[in-house]
Structures are given as C-alpha cells and as structure tokens.
C-alpha cells in the first residue's frame, strides 16, 4: 500500500493548525527541520514540533536536514516525533548505530536518509534495523525543486535488496513528487511519497492526498 506524507514546508504557516486539518487524511505529516549548515536553508524545529504534536493524532514524520544529528534525535522524539529520519552523511557510522538503538528504545520509527549524490550502498550497513530510508529526489533544503529521474535507479537498488533480504523497511521518496513522478517512484519501488507543493498548492488536498496514493 501506498502511504503519502504531505510536508508542511510549502503550508501557510499564519494558520498551521488549519492548514494540517486539511491533509488529516493522508497517512503522515511530514515535518522538515532545517540548520541551515546541512542544508542551505533554515526551517523549523522543535518548539513548533510540539505545538503540532498537541493537536493532530497523525503519525509525524520528522526530517532532520541537520549536522551531527544525533545531538537532537531524543530530543525530537520526545517532542512527538513518531518516526526520526536523519542524513547518513551527517554523522559517524557509531552515533548512527546509536541514535537508531536509542529511538527505538523510545518506540520511535528511525529512518536514513540519503542526498542525490550520496549511494544506496551508504545505508545498507544499517538496513536491517531501519524503518525507512528516505531518498532524496531533489537537493535538500527547498520545496518546489524539480523532480530528479536520475535516482530512479537507487530506489530500485534498494527495492531489490529490502525485498531480495525479506526485510520491511520502507522506501520514501521526497521532492518534486507530483502524479507523474509519484508513479515512477512507485514504479521502481518506492511506497512512501512526500509532497509539499503539489498538495498544498491545491484547493482540494484531501482529493490529490487520494490521487498520489493511488498512482
Ligand atoms: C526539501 C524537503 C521536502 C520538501 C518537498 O528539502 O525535504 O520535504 O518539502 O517539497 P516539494 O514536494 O514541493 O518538492
Ligand atoms: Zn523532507
């Protein structure tokens, strides 16, 4: 099944609490944190994590586009992350084995995420304990970037692998996804898809939550 995570980088942030009631029907909220060190931008973080966490009931899925994560990955997690998603090329291959151990100590979900230039071979050596891997489809930090097809071949890599092992993480893919790229993305094997833009620049969000997640 299909699970689509509207992020709420491209909602309007005057009337947040509205804006995540209009997308209460999709499966996770996506929630992008930025240090502007990682990434070239900065976002939001945790005392807006909290607030968000007081009025949905929807899993929240936090994408830490930040140094050294494992500096902040309890700290997320207690502010109500249900699944913690940090780059593999922003930390040591020990704090990554621990900050994973640690989440899920906290029952939380941990995902790897992993930038365009970065391979699928990075995460292997933790897949077994992941939930998620996340791979990037656009340069991280922006919302409504194009599409890259490139990384079509990453997905199914790690398709093959996660499904050739009988393991069960998943595979989300974020940026630029729209029904066209959706459909290529769920093609090669991906069964997560983040949208910002393309979900909260319609009227009827519930309608495009429906059209991704039956692509
Ligand atoms: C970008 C963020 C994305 C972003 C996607 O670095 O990680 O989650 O919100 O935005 P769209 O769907 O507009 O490309
Ligand atoms: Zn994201």
């Known amino acids: 099944m299909i699970k689509v995570a509207p992020s709420i980088l491209s909602a309007d942030y005057t009337k947040l609490g509205q804006e995540i009631n209009s997308v209460s029907g999709a499966d996770y909220l996506h929630f992008d944190v930025m240090d502007g060190v990682f990434v070239p931008n900065i976002s939001i973080g945790l005392p807006v994590l909290e607030s968000v966490r007081k009025i949905t009931d929807m899993p929240l899925d936090v994408h830490l586009m930040i140094i050294e994560p494992y500096r902040f990955t309890t700290r997320f997690a207690e502010a109500g992350a249900d699944i913690v998603v940090f780059h593999v090329e922003a930390e040591t291959p020990e704090n990554i084995n621990k900050a994973i151990d640690e989440l899920h100590n906290l029952k939380k979900r941990v995902g790897l995420s992993i930038k365009p230039n970065t391979s699928a071979e990075a995460v292997i050596p933790y897949i077994e304990k992941l939930d998620m891997v996340l791979v990037m ?10 599409f890259m097809p490139q990384m079509l071949p990453k997905i199914s890599k790690l398709r093959e692998h996660i499904d050739g092992h009988g393991l069960k993480c998943d595979i989300e893919v974020d940026g630029g996804i729209n029904l066209e790229t959706a459909k290529i993305c769920v093609h090669a094997g991906a069964n997560v898809l983040v949208a910002g833009s393309d979900i909260f620049e319609k009227a009827d969000r519930a309608g495009r939550i429906a059209e991704l997640r039956a692509v």
């Open 137 to 146: 489809t656009v340069e991280p930090g922006f919302g409504g970037q194009k």
